[in-house]
């Protein structure tokens, strides 16, 4: 049987003669009907075979597993009880692919399904999250490409470290150890803005922390912007409307897909309405206080328990500036007013999702860098290629990282960014 001309089960609303294809999502019967639920990338649709139609077959229709793929000539007809309003009257069928003791039954265990990853991503609610992040990177692309950045990509291999050195996983590049994966492009990135002033890339990006959270991979897609002649306040308005426009494409595209999540729309839906709450850390610490009974010491690292309480108090994302300077990386530009906090900040998603974007001002002063990189124990020798940007022609500028996967877990409301990726990356799995 010809599929070629087969149609979608979303686009399958009207009655009369109908191809379908796509696997078995359920399967039912007695011994006179079956009942198939067909699965495709669009939908579900309830088949039903009636062996008065099919004697001399039914042994292989009675037979048929879940998971089997086939290709099905029916009858359209109407059924209230179905999602879609129709059901097909089922008139010939071609198994293309059988199906024998599909391993993924109903209360399997978090691990049985992390072990079978390549078969869980056919589950209805991996398909939902896998469409939402679909939308998510086009949302990302559209934007930055709407307010005139260029696509720009930084090496994967890297010789020098920007976040952290504890977090650098080491490659053996043809016997030499000094070589890292990305943590960021942001270095690398630095120098391309002098030539295309606005940038932005979304790549993958490596970190090998030590951690089990529910937020964390050591493998994750980094969305980057980085711009020349901007501000600090310009690029934290660039975030807000990135956030905002990502959630508005979602909630335009995809609300059947966060029906099956069971997200509730309504936690969505002020985010694109309404403006995002602004506070320093100082101001963070205040509200800390006196609103969560959790005080926090001035220079102190906002952790994962103070960021969820602060988020928990709103219903748009929290954008936390003017961080201490101890605890931010060496390349965030001073306050002028301050010296003792950056112009840096954080956008906290709500709910207790946590932080999904971070940025700065990049420091001017080629001199303070150099102290910033020899206090936190680097060679600035290794930063030639990154020290010459502030030597020929340096100008303001900014950017920032978001985390793609703490977005989609934000948007589909997830317990665990293990699953807004469809093959996660930990500590403790690297396979399949």
Known sequence: MDAKGATA???????????????????????????????????LMQCVFSRDDFEGRWEEIDMMQVETSLVIRGTLRRD???????????????????????PITKDQSIEFLA???????????MNAMLKIRSTVFGAIHEYFRGEGFHEYHSPIFQAVQCEGGSELFTVDYFGKKDVFLAQTWQLYAEAAIFSLEKIYTVSPSFRAEKSKTSRHLTEYWHAEMEVAWDSFEAIVDH???????????????????LAVLERDVSKLEPVVGRP????TYTEALKVL???CGIDVEWGKDLRTVEE?????????PVICTHYPKKV?????????????????????????????????????????????LIESGEDPGQYKFYLDTRRYGSVPHAGFGLGVERVVKWICGLESIKDAIPFPRTMERYRP
Do not use: Q
């Open 9 to 43: 089960i979303k686009d399958a609303k009207s009655e009369g003669e109908v191809v379908l294809r796509g696997w078995v999502h359920r399967e039912r019967g007695s011994n006179k009907m079956k009942f198939i639920t067909l699965r495709d990338s669009t939908g």
């Open 80 to 102: 209230e009880r179905s999602p879609t309003g129709f059901e097909a009257a089922v008139v010939d069928y071609e198994i293309i692919g059988k199906s024998k003791n599909f």
């Open 115 to 125: 072990d079978n990853r390549h078969l869980w991503l056919r589950s209805r609610k």
């Open 239 to 257: 975030g807000e409307r990135l956030l905002k426009h990502i959630v508005k494409r979602v909630l335009e595209e995809n609300r059947e897909e």
């Open 276 to 279: 995002f709450v602004r506070m």
């Open 289 to 291: 206080k006196e609103k």
């Open 308 to 316: 969820e309480a602060l988020t928990k108090l709103y219903d748009v």
């Open 328 to 372: 931010k990386a060496f390349y965030m530009t001073e306050d002028p007013e301050n010296p003792d906090v950056v112009l840096g900040c954080d956008f906290l998603a709500p709910e207790g999702h946590g932080e999904i974007i971070g940025g700065s001002g990049r420091e001017p002063d080629i001199e303070k860098i150099r102290e910033r």
